[in-house]
């Protein structure tokens, strides 16, 4: 898990970025929003499509709560 206050922060720059791309402007220091994963809050391996880690993404497709995704083989 990844410390509470950087999960906070983030979110915190990621609706500051929303703000100024809703007023049209471009936001100063853009480069510091990345991407979290939403369940855990992990930075490395994320996916984009499914906004979450690839652990997260494993675990929950081995459950099947992830919709139109399979466990391929072969």
Do not use: D
Not at 33 to 51: D, L, P, Q, S
Not at 63 to 72: A, F
């Amino acid at each position: 898990m990844a410390k509470e206050s950087l999960v906070v922060k983030q979110r915190r720059m990621v609706k500051r970025l929303e703000h100024y791309r809703s007023l049209g402007k471009k936001m100063p220091l853009a480069t510091r929003v990345y991407n979290r994963c939403h369940i855990c809050g992990r930075i490395g391996g994320y996916m984009r499509k499914f906004e979450m880690c690839r652990i997260c993404f494993r675990e929950r497709a081995e459950r099947n709560e992830l919709v139109g995704v399979r466990k391929s083989s072969w």
